[in-house]
């Protein structure tokens, strides 16, 4: 086992939970919890690769699939925002929703070839000893992609005024609508980029990380895993970018793994093929509520926990946050 | 200032009329404000002082009426464009984001920076600003961090920050301290020296006296009087025309008997929501049929002393109640030693907002009989109780199915005092029994307490009202800082020196820290 | 022009009913517009459904058997949800449910030959432990380290089914195939054609006894959440967890306590699909009866006997759901009517007013008396 390979593959699959990830950080921002990162990361996944597979352009079906990503997260904004729904209710709808959507929608689309984003090698960057090869040799064009958005996504959210008026529709709603910031124009906004960005996550799957269409099984989880690490990360994108790319290199190595026939002369030293390695696929579910946990108390702790309003409806006139 | 040539007009409101359904709120209004002047609005609460108010920050328009700002006629939609127009408001609730900075409160909602925040620059600016008013904020410092005092000051600020010539106070003294009072009417005062004008509303004689120029009283939504100066009015004029009868409200005392020691707290310290000490080795002892009153400013330590000694907080330190130790015990084990609790926040601690009146008022005895019949609940027996204390408190609501979260503040604490007063409770921790409460309600609620007093209970009475603790208590502590720096009989309790008490004026030395 | 939203003061209360069967019926029409997108014939869908799930006695069993698993997973979820527990994991707690239920039947413990009134007691406490233990660690850990439980059951529910894939695809598995052995009869929960000797009109009738224990956990609850002192602790908790503290309630002993009550109910279901219908333990045993169960309890509006009337209907939709083409109609449908039901909730909750001209301030001030505090009420 090339330990260069799996981390690479780890930092590929990694960008995958990063998009989720950073699009669910910046609409708990803004204060709207959005659960439905499952369902709207199957519908972009679904919805890029069908247009790959009829148009033969997967630029075209990334773009498709952040459009709708953006369109289903818009239900979401609508009955949360306006409607004042409950957001967990509404996000486990929007998972319900896009889940089963995605599989009429899929219906025929499996083992049928696409056309997938083409791979890049970045020529001095892929020279640099050890990074070198994993960060920067023969990765998916959405991969660099992802090195550019996490520290923009951090810009954005700590040192521009747009960013600042972000933090407080999420943290005092009433305090930015005094100030004249449209607390709804925002939210909107943001849960809907929230979605742009986990069509993209979808999309990526499906067009560049690990090409075809399997159903409900495409993402299997990993839109909940993305928001169990916006937690882990307490809703800041870089450490949502060690979280991604860590999980990333896990869900790798548990898949290379089996494959590894001896290790210092110890025949199949993971029992691959064999039963056990249903508890090695069990391994980033239990890390993800390890993670939680961590997150939770840490951030109990210092105070640095979730945006104030997050989960709760604005409603001009109504008291505390 | 009443000159012959009067400065000229900053705002003047004519005929302003605004209704909110089954209420007329302003009922054709003129107000006036004069270019430097200090303009008091003086009125009980729902007089329409605030409805005024907000329709010339332009967070309400009026149905009818007009305003002019500086001659010019103004409509505004929103605070924002209000705020354009170089009129700003300052809310009794501070508009803060607690996790960001002072400097990045300011800057909210602003066009300026553009793009990228210059934090730098930005605190300097703020800085200068502050000094200029004589306001002693740090622009770096978290919101949380910060006083209620100093948080007011940020949001002048914000308000000067934006050019504000006009800057609109609702009710600022209700949160303060008399010092911090003092100096906010120094800065308010530094204000007025450069042009700069000022509305202040209020429902306190005294101070409307001491800083206002001129004043205009409001009753039940008609001015009872417009721009009187103040250099001849006294408190009893202004009084008559706020409430249209004798003010002072006569409360029947009875003689103070006390009886033995219920509530006896000894060395109490706790920590506050943020980790921080808030009592701190507190000790002060509450006896049967004697009111015992908390005199401190908001986040002394107070409101985590009552939730120590109901259960609901961790401490160190010894606190008995009828000689037990109740230190640290889960809240229904104090509940079970007759200890009753009117929390501060009353809709969402005292009550459940979603759950029927019936449902809150057996809160405190659903675990015994006639309610409780084994692991059942014998739901006639809730429903008649329930229409007694309905009857017996004047509880106005159309059923008893209700939500309590449609019921009106008086209302709601009126249930809140009926089911804790009917647990005939050997002690009563009351915080904040009053706040926002109007006149008519609030009386209901002294006299509440009071009749408990009668019938030989202890009462701790936490409350920010220093005149409603005179009023009502035998005994008068004052917290500072967590300590206790002073405990007097209610009648030698000297205002003033009360005062300097509660904010660390204290005239003898305090008790080493342990 | 704007839209505002009003509290009613106090909705009628046909107005929720009818909302509740006014966003179904929406839905349906939403989802067959979908269906009809993707080149499928609607009508004839809804027509297949409605055949093939109560079209004759024989289907309505097969019905009825689809919706046991769903009445009791949607009791389990709708215990929870009315403290505000959002346990997303009855899925989980049901595959082990269902694993601990076959172990007592292949841990080899017990002799052949052993009598049912042995096998099934034991089997249907295992189930119950299993699925307790599988939602006491999420109530665990937010009781105690306030971790979120969405997470924390979601992430349960893929360890669950690795763990039982384990056990189907390893120890257990018959060889090779991801399914056990199947299970002794005696380890088989009574079904009605089991009597056909006796009254022939049941030959064929599969539903069996674990729609009993579907009713007798509805009725339990009802009398719990509805009449009993936990009843209303649950209540307090769920609507004011802040006012039950100060109730005196021990609001981490109850979550802990529901967490487990709530597992131990979709444990239950499991058994009584292992034992009551598919009568061994097999990679596939749930086709999202978990998931499902979410919407169940939302469309009952946490209310046990609503819950047995909806499972019913969502067990219809699944069973009619298998034969339909594309796969996901019946999951989509699902997603559908929670959507609609969360804007029929807005809508019972809430007047809409549509508004010309944008107001200065939208701010619903309400008349005095229907404030919701004091200080939150119209000042000044």
Redesign the interface.
């Known amino acids: 086992m090339d330990l260069t390979l799996v981390l690479a593959a780890g930092v590929a699959a990694g960008t995958v939970l990063l998009f989720a990830a950073v699009g669910e950080i910046f609409a708990e921002r803004a204060g709207v919890l959005n659960l439905g990162v499952e369902g709207m990361m199957l519908m972009g996944a679904v919805a890029g690769f069908s247009t790959s597979v009829s148009t033969g352009n997967p630029w075209l079906g990334l773009i498709v699939a952040m459009v709708v990503g953006g369109l289903v997260a818009l239900l979401h904004a609508v009955v949360t925002i306006h409607l004042r729904a409950d957001q967990v209710v509404s996000g486990l709808a929007l998972t319900f929703l896009g889940t089963g959507l995605a599989r009429v929608l899929g219906e025929g689309l499996t083992n049928r070839p696409a056309a997938t984003l083409p791979h890049v090698t970045i020529p001095i960057l892929a020279e640099i000893p050890l990074a070198g090869p994993i960060l920067f040799r023969d990765q998916s064009v959405l991969v660099y992609l992802g090195f550019l958005l996490v520290p923009l996504a951090w810009f954005w959210i700590e040192r521009t005024r747009p960013g600042l008026h972000l933090r407080a529709v999420g943290e005092h709603p009433a305090a930015a609508d005094a100030q004249g910031i449209g607390v709804y124009r925002l939210r909107y906004a943001y849960v809907v980029l929230g979605g742009v960005l986990a069509g993209l996550a979808g999309a990526a799957i499906t067009l560049a990380i690990s090409p075809g269409w399997f159903g409900d099984q495409t993402v299997n989880g990993r839109g909940w895993i993305a928001v169990g690490l916006v937690i882990f990360a307490r809703w800041n994108p870089i450490r949502a970018a060690i979280g991604a790319y860590l999980f990333g290199a896990i869900f790798r190595f548990i898949i290379d793994v089996q494959g590894v026939h001896s290790i210092l002369g110890i025949e199949n030293p993971f029992l691959a093929g064999r039963s056990s390695t249903f508890f090695l696929e069990m391994l980033p579910y239990l890390f993800v509520v390890v993670v939680v946990i961590l997150g939770s108390r840490s951030a109990t702790r210092q105070r640095i926990g979730a945006p104030a309003a997050l989960g709760i409806p604005y409603v001009r006139g109504e008291r505390g946050v | 200032m009443t000159a012959v040539a009067a400065p000229p007009l900053a705002i003047e409101a004519r005929g302003i009329v605004k209704t909110f359904p089954g209420v007329v709120a302003n009922d054709r209004v003129d107000f006036d404000l004069r270019q430097g002047e200090v303009h008091a609005l003086l009125g009980e609460n729902g007089a329409g002082k605030s409805t005024l108010m907000n329709i010339l920050a332009g967070l309400d328009r009026p149905d009818a009426g007009e305003v002019l700002v500086d001659g010019t006629p103004v409509s505004f939609g929103s605070p924002r464009e209000a705020i354009a127009a170089g009129l700003g408001m300052v809310h009794q609730h501070f508009t803060l984001v607690p996790s960001q900075t002072v400097t990045e409160n300011i800057l909210l909602g602003l066009d300026r920076p553009r793009f990228l925040l210059r934090e730098r620059q930005s605190e300097a600016e703020v800085a200068a600003l502050a000094a200029r008013f004589g306001m002693r904020v740090d622009p770096r410092a978290r919101i949380w961090q910060l006083s209620v005092g100093e948080q007011q000051r940020v949001e002048i600020l914000k308000m000067l920050h934006r050019g504000a010539r006009i800057l609109i106070m609702d009710e600022p003294t209700a949160v303060l301290a008399p010092q911090e009072a003092d100096d906010l009417f120094a800065t308010l005062r530094s204000m007025t020296r450069e042009g700069r004008s000022v509305v202040f509303i209020s429902h306190k004689l005294g101070e409307v006296l001491a800083i206002a120029d001129r004043v205009t009283v409001m009753r039940r939504g008609v001015v009872t009087a417009a721009g009187l100066p103040t250099a001849g009015a006294t408190k009893a004029d202004l009084a008559r025309l706020m409430v249209g009868r004798s003010v002072l409200e006569s409360l029947d005392r009875t003689e103070f008997r006390p009886g033995p020691v219920v509530l006896s707290v000894d060395g109490v310290s706790a920590t506050n929501d943020r980790g921080l000490p808030a009592p701190r080795g507190v000790s002060l002892d509450v006896r049967a049929g004697e009111i015992v009153g908390i005199a401190a400013v908001a986040g002394n330590g107070q409101s985590e002393l009552a939730e120590v000694i109901t259960g609901l907080r961790p401490c160190s330190g010894s606190i008995r109640i009828g000689g037990t130790p109740v230190a640290n015990e889960s809240v229904g084990s104090v509940i079970a030693h007759r200890v009753a609790h009117v929390p501060e926040d009353r809709s969402a601690v005292g009550s459940a907002p979603n759950l029927s009146l019936t449902d809150n008022l057996i809160m405190k005895r659903y675990r015994e009989a006639p309610v409780a019949r084994g692991w059942l609940m014998d739901d006639a027996a809730a429903r008649g109780i329930a229409s007694r204390l309905k009857d017996d408190y004047a509880i106005s609501s159309p059923s008893i199915d209700t939500p309590v979260r449609l019921l009106s503040g008086g209302n709601l604490q009126r249930l809140i005092l009926a089911r804790e007063i009917e647990t005939k409770p050997g002690l009563l921790i009351a915080v904040q029994p009053t706040r926002g409460l109007d006149v008519g309600a609030i009386e209901a609620v002294h006299r509440l307490l009071l009749g408990l007093r009668e019938k030989g209970a202890a009462i701790l009475l936490i409350s920010e009202e220093l005149d409603e603790i005179l009023a009502l208590a035998d005994r008068v502590d004052v917290i500072y800082e967590g300590r206790v720096v002073g405990s007097f009989p209610a009648a030698d309790a000297d205002v003033h020196r009360i005062g300097l008490l509660m904010t660390g004026g204290a005239d003898e030395p305090e008790p080493a820290i342990p | 022009m704007r839209?505002r939203?009003e509290p009613r003061?106090?909705p009628a209360r046909w107005l929720s009913a009818a909302a509740t069967i006014g966003a179904v019926i929406v839905a349906l029409v939403i989802s067959g517009a979908?269906?009809a997108f993707?080149g499928g014939d609607p009508i004839l869908s809804y027509l297949h459904i409605l055949n093939a799930s109560f079209g004759s006695v024989g289907v309505l069993s097969d019905t009825l058997v689809t919706a046991t698993p769903l009445i009791l997973t949607g009791l389990a979820c709708a215990l929870a949800f009315r403290m505000r527990l959002?346990n997303?994991g009855a899925e989980g707690q049901f595959l082990l449910g269902a694993w601990g239920a076959s172990a007592v039947v292949l841990a080899g413990l017990l002799p052949p030959g052993t009598p049912a009134i042995v096998y099934l007691p034991l089997m249907a406490v295992a189930g119950m432990l299993a699925g307790a233990f599988w939602g006491l660690i999420p109530g665990l850990?937010r009781a105690r380290?306030?971790?979120?439980e969405?997470?924390?059951t979601?992430?349960?529910n893929?360890?669950a089914l690795?763990?039982l894939?384990?056990?189907v695809?390893?120890?257990w598995?018959e060889s090779g195939f991801q399914q056990t052995k199947a299970f002794p009869r005696e380890a088989w929960l009574p079904r009605l054609s089991d009597f056909s000797a006796a009254v022939p009109g049941l030959g064929g009738l599969t539903v069996h006894l674990g729609l009993v224990f579907g009713l007798i956990a509805a009725g339990i609850l009802w009398?719990i959440l509805e009449?009993?002192?936990?009843?209303?602790e649950i209540?307090?908790i769920g609507?004011?967890p802040?006012?039950?503290?100060?109730?005196?309630?021990?609001i981490a002993r109850n979550v802990i306590v529901v967490f487990a009550v709530s597992g131990a109910l979709a444990g239950l279901a499991g058994m009584s699909e292992v034992a009551g219908s598919v009568h061994r333990l097999q990679d596939r045993i749930s086709p999202g009866y978990g998931?499902t169960a979410?919407?169940i309890a939302?469309l009952a509006k946490f209310h046990p006997g609503r819950v047995v009337i909806a499972a019913i209907l969502f067990g219809a939709l699944i069973l009619a759901g298998r034969e339909i083409?594309?796969?996901?109609?019946?999951?989509?449908?699902?997603?559908?009517i929670?959507?609609a039901l969360?804007?029929a909730?807005?809508l019972v909750r809430?007047r809409l007013r549509f508004e010309g001209r944008?107001?200065?301030?939208?701010?619903?001030?309400?008349?005095?008396?229907?404030?919701?505090?004091?200080?939150?009420?119209?000042?000044?």
């Open positions: 839209i939203l003061v106090d979908i269906i993707v959002w997303i850990l380290l306030g971790v979120n969405i997470i924390s979601l992430m349960l893929y360890v690795f763990w894939q384990f056990w695809f390893g120890p598995s009398l009449r009993s002192r936990w009843g209303y209540r307090l609507d004011s802040r006012a039950a503290r100060y109730a005196g309630i021990d998931f979410i919407i939302y083409q594309p796969s996901g109609v019946p999951a989509m449908i699902q997603g559908i929670l959507f969360i804007v909730d807005t809430y944008a107001p200065a301030a939208p701010a619903p001030t309400p008349p005095p008396g229907a404030t919701a505090s004091g200080a939150g009420g119209p000042a000044g």
